[in-house]
Structure formats: C-alpha cells, structure tokens
C-alpha cells in the first residue's frame, strides 16, 4: 500500500464487485434491488417491510471532538471500524450520510472516507450518486413554487405573504442567495415579496426524508410541513395546498436506502445528508433500520462534534426512531487536539505534549457529554503520522483518567487491520449490556427548558438569552400543540460555545437564541444560534478551482 496516493486514486484503483454480490451476502435478492450501474443499487421498500419481525443488531454510534482545520477524520474511522468489524468475523454495515455537493466544492471537500477506509464509488458518492438531494430540492422548490401560484391565482387560504416561512433550496454554497426578492417583472410573474435560498441539506424535505419510516409516514410528514402562517396568524400547511402527495411522487425513488461497498468490499448504506449544525446531522432512519435488521452490527456516524451530530443523534433521531444504542466511539487525533490546546496548524507537526493535553479538555467534555445518554465509549485515535509515542501515551493516559480506552487506529493507512483493535473493544463494550439509553431532556418540559438544557448540560452555558419574539413564539407553538417535540439546535460546529474561535471546553459563556424556525413535519423546533448560516458560502479559494476531468475523461481534486 502506498501512502502517497490520493484519496480518490486509491478508489479507483479498487477491485468492486458488483453490487448484487454486495447484496447477496446481506441476503438481499437480485430482485429486490434497483441497481444503478454495476456498484450500487437501491433496496426495495417491499423487501425493507418484510424484515419487520427480524431481532436487530447493535448500533454503534461514531463521533468526535469538535472539528478543526487539522482534521478528526469521522467518516474514515466509521468506514474502518466496519471493515474491522468484518475482519474479525462480525456481519456489520456502515451507515452513513451522503455527501452535499455544498461543501464538495468548498472547503471541506467530499465525505466517503479516506485513504484504505472509503465506500465506492468515490466520485458518485461525491457527486450526483443516485440522484437524492436532486429529488429532495426539487421537491421543496415544488411547494414554494405552489406557495406563489396559490397566492397568485386568488390565494384562497388567505396566506400572509409578510410570514411565509418556507424558504427555497440549492445543493450549492451561494452567499448570494441568502435573502431575494422574488417575483419581481409586473403582474404576470406574481406578488414581489422578500425570500431567500438554504443550502438543500437544510431543508425539512431532507429531515423529514431521514426521519421518516416509510412512504406513507413520509406523506403524512409532508403534509404536516408549515409553509406559513394566515393574516389571523393561523397555521398553513403544505396539505392545505394539496402538495404534500405531489412531493411524495418526487421522492419515492429517494426514500430507498442507496447500497455501496467498502475498499474491502464490505456492505455499506450511504442515504440521506442533514447538517449536523443546522439540522440533525445523521443518515436516514430507513437506512440504519434496515441495517439493524442484516447485520450483527451497524457503524453509523453523527455530523461534527458530539455536541451536535451525538447529541441530536440521541435526542432526535433515537427518540423518534426509538433507536437503542450500545456503544460509541469518540474519534479524536493529536493534531487536532494540540490545536484545541493553542497551536497553530503550522506547527502541528512538532510535539508539543502540553498542548495536546490542554486541548484534551475537549475530549473530556464529549466523553461526559455522551455518557449523560447512558451510552458507554470508547476513545480512537485516528493515527498520524506526526504523532509522537510520547503524545500518544499523554492522550491514551488523559482518555483513562476519564474512564475511556483510547486505542491507536491505523485503518487510513491499512484499512480493517487497523481498526481490528477498536473493532475488538467495540464488541466488548456492546456486549457488555452497560448501555442504558435515555435522552438528555423529556418530551413534556417546555421548548425554552429544552434549549436551556442542552445548552447547559452539554455546552456548559451559563445562561440562555432570546428576544421577547423568539420566547413568544415558542409560547405559540407550545399553545399550537408542538410543546412534546425536540430541539435542534443550531450552533458553530467548531466550539462548545457559539464563539467558533473560542476552542477547549469554555465554561460560563452565552447562548443567544436569535431565531426558532418550526419544523412540524421533520418533528423538531430549531434554535439558531450565533453567526451560524442556513446557506453557507464558497470560501476565497474553493475546491470547485481544482476539480476537472483529466486527460483521459478521470475526475481529479476530488479528496
């Protein structure tokens, strides 16, 4: 194995079997697949319904310390810790996200893993895959289409156009599109009125897509969506328009879990894509049940820090899902950790041994923070080659002081061989019967005692802060019936605190909500927070500069 190649040089020059024999030794029929090309496939929802009386597997939850520019590598050890699961004789599947172009073309690049621990095909994954996020936009521009059109031919459901709510979406970083004007032109093209664009992966069609069991909890969902509201500031949903069965047509194909393969030819379930800032930051439900069901075990991955992904993961999704986890595993990497302890990225290379153990302080606030769910962990340090024995020692010696293992993992460098460890103690701990899980919060307190919680419990805020409007507002709501449902909170992902340069585990700071955005039909009330962006922009020097077809039609810069 080489160390030098890239990423996507070392994808392609996998040996893929086709995705029928990936299928094959999940015991899924040639049938009961919708193969797109030779390597990879849709699973058919009658094949899903009829695993409904099969005992589930264990799940086991990947996370991490809050990210930073050095680099945690989650979807890599989530792919490896599969690989090792298998490698040690276990039947396990990964599950994870897929991949927003947004960032693709951005910054952050695409998410399928690294080095020997991907799924294939990269570049589809990366890419347009199976067409999802395209059916999810268009069928959320769909019912903002129809919001204009019904105002425009008599807008018989009195919407007020000053409080429509549902935005449009794009599955692309443009800071442009942020707040628009629509309809502008004359009387033909409409009513002009203030809107803007969120990133696709944004968008409730996508949360409600992962969260929902099947295509009529889907519709039912849909329905249930809030457009806006009428000028006796009643509720208007996306039923009342007579969209919701329309948007379910779009999304029929989309709802089905997408199967691929690992590097080593192991099952795995890309499908679905929320952000784990600005929404709830897990793959689908549909997926991860259907996995639960063919497999021993199933590695899925939460977005970001546990902060987010893990706590929305535990929150949202297991507690509308009724998921029981078993086990997690918290990546961490020097690197990143001696950047937690004040390090510039420059001078990560050299060891610094009280640094990584003052930026281990992040760690240990995600390590309390899972075991508030009743979840047992288990630290893995994604490997460097910069590491040093000594910083190794000083991180496995803080994680123990803890009471967590933190074991060495090598899988982007030698894929299941190294993560045969992790995989090991991951057994260990599943099977141990320690997992107790419960939610942080109950379904009955009120929406601003949730916030307040979260924010206390898992950033150690001291204090929560909102504008009159945004308490009123969830006064409304609680009024409206919505008081049992969740709260997604949208935060930096780079700090405990809504300040992204303030690193380590800050203490004492302020949570200012700046705005509760209601989604009904995903189940969730979301509190934004911060400076965070529900549409993010292209950095000063994206990745879309050095993506291109070389020579021979090969995508190159995808990474």
């Not at 991490?64 to 599969?82: F, Y």
């Not at 919407?159 to 707040?179: E, F, G, S, Y």
């Not at 893995?380 to 024995?389: L, P």
């Not at 780079?494 to 203490?507: H, I, K, W």
Request: glycine content about 10%; aromatic content about 6%; charged content about 20%.
């Amino acid at each position: 194995m080489s160390a030098v190649q890239s990423d996507i040089e070392i994808a392609r020059a996998a040996t893929k079997k086709p995705i029928i024999e990936i299928g094959a030794k999940l015991g899924i029929p040639a049938e009961e697949l919708a193969p797109y090309g030779h390597d990879k496939a849709k699973v058919s929802a009658d094949f899903i319904a009829s695993l409904a009386d099969r005992p589930n597997g264990k799940l086991i939850l990947v996370t991490a310390i809050s990210p930073t520019p050095a680099g945690e590598g989650k979807t890599t050890t989530t792919v490896g810790l599969g690989d090792g699961l298998n490698r040690i004789g276990k039947k396990a599947i990964v599950c994870v996200r897929e991949p927003s172009l947004g960032p693709c073309f951005g910054v952050k690049g695409g998410a399928a893993g690294g080095g020997y621990a991907q799924v294939i095909p990269m570049e589809d994954i990366n890419l347009h895959f199976t067409g999802d996020f395209h059916a999810i936009t268009s069928a959320h521009n769909l019912l903002a289409a129809m919001i204009d059109n019904h105002i425009y031919w008599g807008n018989e459901q009195n919407i007020d156009t000053r409080r429509i709510t549902w935005r449009r979406v794009m599955d692309m970083n443009d800071r442009a599109l942020r707040q628009v004007v629509t309809s502008l032109g004359g009387p033909s093209n409409g009513f002009p009125r203030e809107s803007g664009f969120d990133i696709t992966v944004a968008s409730e069609v996508m949360a409600i897509l992962c969260l929902a069991e099947d295509l009529a909890d889907l519709e039912r969902r849909l329905g249930e969506i809030v457009i806006g509201y009428r000028v006796d500031r009643s509720p208007v949903f996306a039923r009342d328009l007579k969209a919701h069965q329309a948007m379910t047509v779009l999304l029929k194909n989309a709802m089905q879990p997408n199967l691929v393969q690992t590097l080593e030819n192991n099952p795995a379930f890309v499908h679905g894509g929320p952000f784990a800032n600005i929404a709830h930051g897990c793959n689908s439900v549909i997926a991860t049940k259907t996995a639960l069901k063919l497999g021993d075990y199933v590695v899925t991955e939460a977005g970001f820090g546990a902060d987010l992904g893990a706590e929305k993961f535990f929150d949202i999704k297991c507690r509308k899902a009724g998921l029981m986890p078993d086990a997690a595993v918290i990546v961490a990497t020097v690197r990143a950790l001696k950047m937690n302890g004040g390090i510039k990225k420059e001078d990560l290379s050299a060891e610094n041994v009280q640094a990584l153990v003052r930026g281990a302080a992040n760690l240990g606030r995600h390590i309390a923070n899972v075991r508030k769910f009743g979840v047992p962990v288990v630290v893995a340090i994604n490997h460097f080659t910069s590491d040093t024995g000594a910083e190794i020692e000083a991180l496995k010696d803080y994680a123990a002081r803890h009471g967590a293992d933190a074991i060495v993992c090598r899988h982007w460098a030698d894929g299941s061989a190294g993560a045969a460890e992790l995989a090991e103690k991951v057994v260990e701990l599943a099977e141990s019967g320690q997992a107790k899980f419960q939610p942080l919060y109950p379904d009955n307190l009120p929406l601003m005692d949730k916030i307040e919680i979260v924010a206390s419990k898992i950033y150690h805020a001291a204090e929560v802060t909102a504008d009159k409007g945004v308490r009123d507002q969830l006064k409304a709501w609680e009024e409206q019936g919505y008081g049992n449902l969740p709260v997604c909170m949208a935060k930096t992902q780079y700090s405990f605190s809504t300040d992204p340069n303030l690193r380590g585990a800050p203490e004492g700071h302020v949570v200012h909500v700046r705005e509760v955005r209601l989604s009904a039909g995903a189940g969730f009330v979301v509190a934004i927070t911060g400076e965070i962006m529900t549409m993010p922009g292209l950095p000063r020097s994206p990745s879309a500069e050095r993506i291109r077809l070389n020579e021979t039609g090969e995508v190159e810069g995808l990474f």
